[in-house]
């Protein structure tokens, strides 16, 4: 019996086949002169040092990828916002060796209620070992991923913005706000909804701009819970935007529409909650002692494309919409999950010719369901009569089991399916952290790696060894001969024929080293 090859990759001191060119590619200027240019010091610079960026350069150093991460604020932020992980992104940090330090800071929460705020509970046998919400503050979340990349080796500069690029057919020279100019490979623009990378690029980002607003904040009130609890459930009859829930010790988590659509770079002040609270509840509850005031609008875009040249997008800088639903940040960790390894594959030089053509192929079509189901919660939470009818009639329909099911999975993420081509409804899909002889199967994927579970025992990854680990007899839960699995645990392939294989392998992995 074979058990988990481990086969170590290359140092980035070794020499590998660096991509030279690619190819006729829109937007891209001629070759500037080497006497211009300034000297190569990385594979990769990442604008935009939140979730999606620090995910992204820990993806890539998992394959000694040279990352430098840029972000502009000098400090992270020092507000205390709770996000919810949900539970694609959950599966996404046990894959990498993260959720148990993840799982300290966090909260555990039931994985029901999602879609527009309609209480359903959480259906039965969900298909996943980690079928709950994890709340946890947001700067926590963002130190956590930061650490994890920095401790895989990647750079991280604080207070440096960038202000200019120019690509090439070898790379991209990126200037800094202080002048400064450094020189990557690539450049991926994780810098979030209003993008400096996305605007000097020149991608559109068409969409509908915010036609309400809602404050948003914690703290603390000075009237009894009975008191609230009783007003929130009358106004909550009418207005699903409204909430005034407890959120810790003394802190209530405060949501209360806006008068209008005013500037998101301003924050609201804590008049602004007193008046709207006043305005619609009848009182101001007595709120005092805030831990932080934000507003978000329900403005809803899209990129239309996420590269151009050696230039990416991901996570805000691709796609923003409201946050109902709680899709944002989990949106941009799994765009970094899908980008990390084919780019690093590209960098590596065994990536298949259209291997990072696929990032947008794959990512796009799921930004575009999510904006579309934020619009649709978004109708769904109007005080209008007809928003209101459709709202009762989706209530009852949720009562059905395969309706509230489609759309938890379709919150979480847990529902996508890559188009991969004709195959078992498996394929394209990621498979749940099964049981194996040793252990779990997501332990296995903490490297990165594609991984062959092999039924039968009479397969091998032969020379892929250095990109693909295997597994033989994994699990009697398997019902398929064998899974071939990306690196980000998504089903590549199924069958039990060694060609057919290889055909997949050279598919997703590029040449064998052999």
């Given at each position: ?53 620090a995910m992204l350069a820990a993806e890539l150093r998992l394959h000694d990828v040279r990352v430098l991460v840029l972000e502009k604020e000098t400090e992270p932020v020092s507000f205390v916002r709770i996000v919810g992980l949900h539970i694609r992104s959950i599966e996404l940090m046990a894959m990498r060796g993260l959720l148990e330090r993840i799982l300290e800071r966090g909260r555990q929460r039931p994985a029901g209620g999602f ?56 790379g991209v020279t990126v200037e800094l706000a202080d002048g400064e100019r450094l020189r990557s490979r690539y450049l991926v623009g994780c810098d979030g909804g209003r993008s400096t990378v996305r605007k000097l690029l020149g991608v559109g980002f068409p969409g509908e701009p915010s036609r309400t607003e809602t404050l948003m904040g914690e703290m603390e009130v000075g009237v009894p819970q009975e008191e609230i609890v009783a007003k ?283």
């Amino acid at each position: 019996m074979r058990s988990l090859q481990i086969t170590a990759e290359p140092s980035s001191t070794d020499t590998v086949e660096r991509d030279s060119t690619l190819g006729d590619v829109p937007g891209l200027p001629s070759p500037a002169s080497g006497a211009d240019r300034a000297p190569l010091m990385f594979d990769v610079i990442i604008a935009g040092c939140g979730p999606t960026g620090a995910m992204l350069a820990a993806e890539l150093r998992l394959h000694d990828v040279r990352v430098l991460v840029l972000e502009k604020e000098t400090e992270p932020v020092s507000f205390v916002r709770i996000v919810g992980l949900h539970i694609r992104s959950i599966e996404l940090m046990a894959m990498r060796g993260l959720l148990e330090r993840i799982l300290e800071r966090g909260r555990q929460r039931p994985a029901g209620g999602f879609f527009a705020a309609i209480d359903k509970p959480v259906p039965e046998g969900l298909d996943s070992a980690h079928a709950y919400l994890l709340g946890i503050p947001q700067p926590v979340i963002v130190h956590l991923l930061e650490e994890h990349a920095i401790e895989l080796g990647a750079q991280v500069r604080r207070g440096c913005a960038v202000a200019d690029f120019e690509q090439d057919d070898d790379g991209v020279t990126v200037e800094l706000a202080d002048g400064e100019r450094l020189r990557s490979r690539y450049l991926v623009g994780c810098d979030g909804g209003r993008s400096t990378v996305r605007k000097l690029l020149g991608v559109g980002f068409p969409g509908e701009p915010s036609r309400t607003e809602t404050l948003m904040g914690e703290m603390e009130v000075g009237v009894p819970q009975e008191e609230i609890v009783a007003k929130v459930t009358e106004i909550r009859e009418t207005d699903r935007r409204f909430s005034l829930g407890p959120f810790g010790e003394r802190v209530y988590r405060v949501i209360v529409p806006a008068a209008g659509v005013g500037d998101r770079a301003e924050p609201p002040t804590l008049e602004d909650f007193k008046q709207q609270l006043r305005t619609i509840a009848g009182t101001d509850f007595g709120v005092h002692s805030p831990r932080w005031l934000s507003r978000f609008g329900d403005a809803t875009r899209l990129a239309e494309r996420y590269r151009v040249g050696r230039v990416l997008l991901a996570g805000d800088a691709a796609h923003i919409h409201p946050p109902i639903g709680g899709q944002g940040l989990n949106l941009g960790v799994q765009d970094a999950f899908n980008l990390g390894w084919k780019l690093a594959a590209q960098i590596r030089g065994w990536a298949p010719e259209t291997l990072l053509d696929t990032y947008q192929a794959e990512r796009h079509p799921v930004a575009e369901d999510v904006l579309d189901n934020t619009r649709a919660q978004m109708e769904l939470l109007s005080t209008e009569p007809g928003p209101q009818a459709v709202r009762r009639l989706l209530t009852e329909l949720m009562d059905f089991d395969e309706v509230n099911r489609h759309l938890i999975e379709k919150i979480t993420a847990i529902g996508i399916r890559y188009d991969l081509g004709a195959g078992p409804d498996l394929l394209g899909r990621r498979l749940r952290d099964l049981d194996v002889k040793q252990g779990h199967l997501y332990d296995l994927l903490h490297r990165g790696r594609g991984l062959l579970l092999d039924r039968t025992e009479r397969l091998t990854v032969g020379g892929w060894s250095d990109r693909v680990d295997y597994l033989g007899d994994p699990t009697a839960v398997l019902d398929v001969p064998c899974v071939l699995l990306r690196p980000d645990g998504h089903v590549a392939w199924i069958g039990d024929d060694q060609q057919d294989l290889d055909d997949h392998l050279s598919r997703w992995f590029g040449k064998p080293a052999n």
